[in-house]
């Protein structure tokens, strides 16, 4: 089930890719939901929380290999070149008795030697441990809270991931219209220039407004040129998050526009509540808490005897040469039980369990903190989900005025009831209420995306 969901995922990635490098073999032109779809691709960061995962699984069934029984077969041949000698009592003089003929000149001792040259055996033998004082079903469920570490880490960089990316993609529709804001800016100087220049023709503008206006184009030039360099600069930034490569030249299709947002009206504690229930930081914790529980479990078995039961299955066969037969094997089959007994070794048991003990202790120490620590983190950014609306509102709202003010000041210079300096001014006016507007923008759509990482909802793009 979970490969076939992988296969039509990256049939949908492979779609999403293949339509967006159609457009041009040379620029690549994306959405923030392509941006975001390719990130959690490619990310280097969520390509190893993946791998990590894996290893986590396998490590599971490594942990049942402790408490599940093994199994091994063997085969040997051993070549004697020269069989060694024992030298035993003469057990049959001695049965035969002093008064026994002959016997007097048989020796007290003789000498025999056991085995032959060559000697093959082959068969199985099986191992499974009966008890281990707890430790074989602690490793197991140790095993499984770091899986469940490893996979809460990986929807947390997930998360994270989305963020940042919808940060690099922002940032650069947030470097995109300050472009356009000071290119605007510009060619409102050059066409107030122009009103200027054909006043000072006619004789209705002196020789100071007309060198006024000339500077006010010379300034904003170089900050029309920052902020496409700003642009390129933020480009780059979300290529890096994408894991693109760095020949690879993207530009991004969308715009910085306000969205009602539906935690707009959720109280602060209620979010802080929501950010306990999915937050994979506090999973991902709790999984260690049960690991360091489980560690001292396994500490504690080291005091306790173990049970292991054995049996093995084999066959033997002795020769003086290499002809063999299954007749010349002789079939052996036996079983024990066998019982260890820790009695001493130098206080290390002890020590790892007051180990274990400390480790779970901190553990339970760190809890209040991390809970805290969140708690802060959701208040900051609903703060900053409030400030950033607000902000929003007000910025609209100069953003209008500026514009109405830049309009009735070039209205009244051309009619000759107001100053060049009005103008000018009614212009930086205006270039910074925009400046204002889209900045606000920026920082309201961060804050939409900041307010769900924190509570553990940001799924995908919103």
Not at 26 to 36: A, F, K, N, P, Y
Not at 160 to 169: C, D, E, M, R, S
Not at 290 to 302: D, L
Not at 440 to 461: C, H, I, N, W
Request: one cysteine or more; a negative charge.
């Amino acid at each position: 089930m979970k490969a076939g969901k992988y296969f039509i995922g990256y049939l949908i990635l492979i779609l999403i890719v293949g339509q967006v490098f159609a457009q041009s073999p040379d620029q690549l032109v994306l959405t923030i939901d392509q941006s975001v779809d390719i990130a959690l691709e490619n990310n280097p960061e969520v390509l190893m929380a993946e791998k990590r995962l894996s290893k986590a699984h396998a490590s599971i069934w490594e942990a049942y290999a402790a408490i599940l029984p093994s199994i091994n077969g063997t085969a040997s041949f051993q070549k004697s070149w020269e069989i060694q000698e024992n030298t035993i009592p003469n057990f049959i003089k001695v049965m035969l008795g002093p008064d026994f003929p002959g016997v007097s000149a048989m020796p007290d001792f003789v000498k025999l030697s056991f085995g032959l040259e060559n000697t093959f055996i082959y068969g199985a033998s099986l191992t499974q441990p009966l008890f281990l004082g707890g430790a074989g079903i602690a490793g197991v469920q140790m095993a499984n809270a770091a899986k469940d570490v490893s996979a809460y880490s990986l929807e947390s960089t997930r998360q994270n991931l989305i963020y940042q990316t919808a940060g690099g993609f922002y940032n650069c529709l947030l470097a995109k219209e300050l472009v356009q804001v000071q290119t605007e800016a510009l060619e409102q100087a050059k066409a107030n220039l122009d009103m200027v220049v054909k006043k000072y023709n006619a004789g209705g503008a002196s020789g100071f407004d007309k060198m006024r206006a000339e500077v006010e184009v010379a300034n904003i030039l170089p900050q029309e040129i920052a902020a496409k360099h700003n642009y390129q600069a933020a480009l780059t930034g979300l290529r890096t998050v994408l894991g693109l490569p760095k020949e690879t030249h993207i530009e991004i299709d969308g715009s910085l526009e306000f969205q009602v947002d539906e935690l707009d009206g959720i109280v602060l504690t209620d979010l802080q509540g929501a950010s306990v229930e999915n937050r994979p930081e506090l999973f991902a914790f709790s999984a260690q808490k049960r690991i360091a529980s489980k560690g001292i479990t396994i500490a504690r078995s080291q005091f306790m005897p173990k049970v292991f039961f054995a049996t093995d299955y084999s066959f033997l066969a002795m020769t003086n040469n290499y002809e063999l037969s299954q007749d010349d094997f002789s079939k052996g089959f036996t079983s024990a039980v066998s019982l260890q007994i820790p009695l001493f070794n130098a206080f290390k048991n002890h020590k790892q369990y007051q180990k274990a003990q400390l480790d779970y202790k901190i553990t339970l120490d760190a809890e209040k903190q991390i809970h805290d620590g969140i708690a802060a983190e959701v208040e900051l950014a609903y703060n900053q989900f409030k400030v950033a609306k607000e902000k929003y509102q007000a910025a609209k709202e100069s953003t209008g005025l500026a514009e109405e003010a830049m309009r009735l000041a070039n209205l009244m210079y051309d009619e000759g009831v107001s100053t060049q300096l009005d103008v000018m001014g009614s212009q930086l006016a205006l270039t910074r209420a925009r400046l204002n507007y889209v900045s606000a923008l920026y920082e309201y759509q961060m804050a939409r995306y900041g307010l769900r990482r924190v509570s553990g909802t940001l799924k995908g793009v919103l």
